[in-house]
């Protein structure tokens, strides 16, 4: 029980309550995350024609990372490679017990 904090208190749990305000509380806390990583990789793949110029050179860059994004099937990764974590966000508190 901690002590009497302020004569003019006379309720037990008002003492308690601001005895305990301003301490921490620990618990176990699950919450979901999202991380944002950067990568380099180095793969062999067959480009489109509608990316390629005359010379067979890649023509059009930012619709070529579209049609990547919208395709992971073609280009899936099998083998490890570095990723540097840029960015780690905190998506939704689960529970805390």
């Given at each position: 029980?901690?002590?009497?904090?302020?004569?003019?208190?006379?309720?037990?749990?008002?003492r308690i309550r601001i005895?305990?305000?301003?301490?921490?509380?620990?618990?176990?806390?699950?919450?979901?995350?999202?991380?944002?990583?950067?990568?380099?990789?180095?793969?062999?793949?067959?480009?489109?024609?509608?990316?390629?110029?005359?010379?067979?050179?890649?023509?059009d860059e930012d619709a070529?990372?579209?049609?990547?994004?919208?395709?992971?099937?073609?280009?899936?990764?099998?083998?490890?490679?570095?990723?540097e974590i840029q960015d780690?966000?905190?998506?939704?508190?689960?529970?805390?017990?």
């Amino acid at each position: 029980m901690p002590e009497l904090l302020d004569e003019d208190l006379t309720c037990g749990p008002c003492r308690i309550r601001i005895h305990l305000e301003g301490q921490s509380v620990k618990k176990t806390v699950k919450f979901s995350i999202e991380r944002t990583t950067e990568a380099e990789v180095e793969l062999e793949l067959t480009i489109p024609d509608e990316f390629l110029d005359e010379d067979g050179e890649l023509d059009d860059e930012d619709a070529f990372c579209e049609w990547l994004n919208d395709n992971p099937h073609e280009w899936e990764l099998s083998e490890p490679f570095f990723e540097e974590i840029q960015d780690t966000t905190v998506l939704e508190v689960l529970n805390a017990y």
